[in-house]
């Protein structure tokens, strides 16, 4: 049984042990039924819960009888409430109750609460989205293959969470079976990235479910990812059947060909890229398209350019389309006169680009949800035009309300008797804002929260209480030669708790005796204290002060430290954790296990599902650690994580919030040489992902969560090449797809340290990219750490920065589970392009 279970379920059981029967909801144990997402899960109005616990049903459990599903089962009647309002149930189980959210649930932070009879179990949490669109998966693990139906080319499956429908659905009912209830929200869906025709209509036979029926491209394959969109909303990603195992797909450089400095793939469709040269001296940079699951190659005639004469390659892309899009040249006069009157779309869906006119010159371009893209055109202010990615039709884009109110804010407090910085500014409700404006921006000894509406117009003020000032992060030092870096309004905490209609600003003593939140009510401006512990303050050593929402537990966290701090550490010490809890108004501290400390830099601390995390750091190996510290917000209580054995170091560790887990880079004497550490949180235990036999180090490209997998590009001993690696995240097994014939390199070409051999210099056109280059989708991928082409640190040393050439020509894309990469031979020279589809 998982450590968050045993925690938090036992403490419970033990506060409400005055009745056997009393059910008890595991906090982190309510979750959207399709997409098993972990708590703090998102479901639709409308959709399907699964929570988990202790004596929620009886023992032999009980199912509705029938259609409505009724909101009270079994006798004593088990009841589900969300947020005071009755759930219909299709099942009670001890351990498990599955339950529809009503219709009319409002978005937003929803409390839970089962009785069982007259006993109730404490409230936990779950997050109500307008739309929050998921697929049921087989064997309902929430990721992989679709639980779908295929019928020649008809693809048929349930999904839930997409929105009201038309007619409005009622609550325990099934859809009417003619006309059917259709989602108000248009639905997109595409599969291996190629646009699939698709109908969703609410279920006639299924209680809170869609049926969906997608037609699937003849050029299909299994292993293709599904993508299934509601508005701009995606669903979970899930997979067409199952790939029996990685294809590596190769196309050569043509004959004639610029040696490659760049390749940008399409975010649905990795297999669809464009690939371009250096710029040329007319602002052209030479570029080919390349389609490998048709396995065309052609050259592009037009020239494509960017404003940026520093960019690598003029190609955006857009993460929820297969299109890919440029501004076409050469470019005209100055970029900031605009450079372009025209714009290329490429589409896999169509057999030519698409050509754009411009009303004006354009001095960028930029994606946008749903496939479309903005010209941003030149002028004072810019100003941009919407461009229709299927149709090429260009429309103004609609005036945003309270457009100008943010710069009109900032400047607003500038006269209030010498409370002249601004050092924060938040939204409240009814079209408020409010303030925080002092006499200084570093060190302010008097400060005042002002609201304002949107005309601009002073609505209210409150001073800060007598003896206290905000607590500003310490200003970051600029090197040498640097300008001074602008204003950074992280530097002070502020939330605002739309719950309880409260601001919460961190805060100082003015004599440095103590640490606390002030409290502002948003409807009075009432201002209260309420202090930390003694002797804890907020490790105020780092150029911003990070704040942690908890929402399983309705608390803020802050990273604590034994001294007042201001001045910037590195690394900046923290000992422990603050919390704030919002209901009750209380401060209390979290101390480290074995006075143990972490790194308090936001750059080395995050939150996975409410698990705060950071890494101890020692100052004599920079950017590595040894021990992960966690604060578990549902049961604030802290613990560390060890490394496992034979690993002495991990850096640079990254979210797998899909998981519960933290990966790193795991380290003995260089980068990547251990391979990789993952940290699971929810069972408090960690595990290697070892680099292989015959590699000497391993570097992250991607994490594939569509198929819980992690891809890492292996460099091999001896400097004898190198080749990419794919990890499964759940069972540790490795598969190692062959370089196609002629391959030694993939990615890039190291330059390796004295002593490593066999290596060569990065080959021509391997130089600093420009801005998005080798981006992939969301998730882990390109310039992770220990990313090949920085020269490999000698033993002892922390993994230096990654060169900054490593991500122009390779790419993990987990939007369409697939690698792209430039290959070359033992020489250096470069080949071609290759595909690897991830499993």
């Known amino acids: 049984m998982r450590r968050v279970m045993l925690v938090c379920l036992l403490a419970t059981a033990a506060g ?75 099942s009670a189980r001890p351990n498990r109750i599955l339950a529809q959210v009503p219709w009319e649930t409002p978005p937003g932070l929803a409390a839970v609460v089962v009785r069982r009879g007259e006993a109730q179990s404490r409230p936990a949490r779950v997050l109500v989205s307008a739309l929050e669109p998921s697929v049921r998966t ?134 669809y890229l464009i690939a371009s040269g250096a710029r040329g001296d007319d602002g052209c940079y030479p570029s080919y398209l390349f389609d490998f699951d048709r396995q065309r190659t052609r050259k592009i005639e037009a020239c494509l350019t960017a404003a940026n004469a520093g960019a690598r390659t003029p190609v955006v892309t857009a993460a929820d389309s297969p299109r890919l ?70 429309r103004q884009p609609q005036p945003a309300a309270g457009a100008a109110t943010t710069a009109t804010l900032m400047d607003l407090p500038s006269g209030l008797e010498g409370l002249t910085k601004v050092l924060a500014i938040t ?23 002002v609201a304002f509406n949107r005309q601009g117009e002073v609505v209210g003020s409150r001073d800060f209480p007598e003896g206290w000032a905000p607590l500003v992060a310490p200003p970051r030092t600029p090197a040498a030669g640097a300008a001074q870096p602008a204003a950074n309004l992280r530097r002070v905490a502020v939330y ?100 143990g400390q972490f790194d308090a830099d936001p750059a080395v601390t995050g939150d996975v599902n409410d698990f705060i995390y950071g890494s101890n750091t020692d100052p004599s190996r920079r950017n590595l650690a040894d021990t992960l510290y966690v604060l578990d917000g549902v049961s604030a209580s802290a613990f560390r994580l060890d490394l496992p054995t034979g690993v002495t170091s991990f850096a640079n560790p990254v979210a797998l919030p899909a998981m519960n887990a933290v990966l790193a880079l795991a380290t003995n004497r260089v980068a990547g040489d251990a391979g990789f550490v993952v940290f699971d949180l929810g069972n408090a235990e960690a595990r290697l992902l070892p680099t292989p ?53 993939v990615g890039n070409v190291p330059q390796l340290a004295a002593g490593q051999g066999g290596g060569t210099q990065n080959p021509p056109g391997q130089g600093t990219p420009g801005p ?29 920065a990654p060169a900054a050439a490593t991500p122009v020509l390779q790419q993990g894309n987990p939007r369409s589970n697939t690698i792209a990469a430039a290959a070359f031979d033992t020489q250096g020279r470069q080949l071609g392009l290759l595909v690897v589809r991830v499993p």
Do not use: H
């Not at 002797?535 to 001294?563: N, Q, Y």
């Open 138 to 271: 087989a064997g309902d693990r929430g990721y992989g293959p679709v639980a779908g139906r295929l019928s020649g080319r008809i693809l048929s499956f349930p999904a839930t969470g997409l929105g009201p429908t038309e007619p409005p659905a009622a609550n325990g009912q099934v859809g009417p079976s003619d006309p059917p209830a259709r989602p108000r929200q248009p639905v997109r869906a595409f599969v291996g990235g190629l646009p699939a025709p698709v109908r969703a209509t609410l279920s006639p036979e299924r209680v809170g479910e869609f049926d969906i029926r997608v037609e699937v491209p003849a050029e299909a394959r299994p292993g293709d990812l599904i993508t299934l969109l509601v508005g701009q909303r995606s669903a979970n990603a899930v997979t067409l059947g199952e790939a029996s195992g990685p294809e590596v797909q190769w196309l050569e450089r043509p004959e004639g060909a610029p040696e490659f400095r760049s390749l940008v793939a399409a975010g649905l469709r990795g297999g």
């Open 427 to 449: 939204a409240l409700p009814q079209n408020l804002f409010a303030a925080l404006v002092a006499d200084d921006a570093d060190r302010p000894t008097a400060a005042r929260l």
């Open 16 to 90: 409400q042990a005055q009745a056997p029967a009393t059910p008890v909801v595991n906090p982190r144990g309510v979750l959207n039924a399709f997409s098993l997402q972990p708590a703090p899960s998102a479901v639709a109005p409308g959709g399907l819960l699964l929570i988990e616990g202790l004596q929620l049903g009886p023992p032999e459990g009980v199912t509705a009888p029938g259609i409505p599903w009724p909101t009270q089962l079994g006798d004593p009647p088990v009841e589900v409430r969300i947020n005071g309002r009755p759930a219909p149930l299709f």
């Open 496 to 595: 605002f708790d739309p719950q309880r209609q409260v601001l919460y600003v961190a805060a100082r003593r003015s004599d440095r005796s103590r640490d606390a939140m002030i409290a502002f009510s948003a409807e009075s401006l009432e201002a209260g204290v309420i202090e930390f512990p003694e002797s804890w303050f907020v490790a105020a050593c780092s150029p911003s002060l990070p704040v942690f929402t908890l929402e399983l537990s309705r608390k803020l966290v802050l990273l604590g430290g034994g001294a007042p701090e201001s001045e910037i550490k590195n690394p900046c010490p923290a000992t422990g954790f603050l919390l704030l809890d919002l209901e009750a108004g209380k401060a209390t501290a979290v101390g480290l296990p074995g006075q």
């Open 325 to 394: 899009a440029a501004l076409v040249g050469p470019p005209q006069g100055e970029p900031r006169a605009g450079v372009s009157l025209k714009v290329m779309i490429f589409d896999p869906a169509k057999d030519e680009p698409l050509t754009v006119e411009l009303p004006e010159p354009a001095v960028n371009l930029i994606a946008l949800a749903g496939g479309d893209f903005a010209a941003v055109l030149a002028g004072n202010p810019p100003r941009s035009v919407l461009i229709d990615g299927q149709s090429g039709e260009v």
């Open 772 to 800: 998005g280059q080798g981006t992939p989708g969301p998730g882990p991928g390109a310039g992770q750490p220990g990313q090949g082409g920085a020269v490999t640190p000698a033993p002892g040393q922390a993994p230096a």
């Open 693 to 745: 036999e015959g590699f000497a180090q391993v570097s992250l490209l991607g994490v594939f969560m569509a198929t819980r997998k992690l891809a890492a590009r292996g460099i091999r001993s001896g400097g004898g090449g190198s080749q990419y690696l794919i990890y499964d995240l759940v069972t540790g097994d490795l598969l190692s797809p062959a370089n196609p014939e002629g391959v030694a390199w």
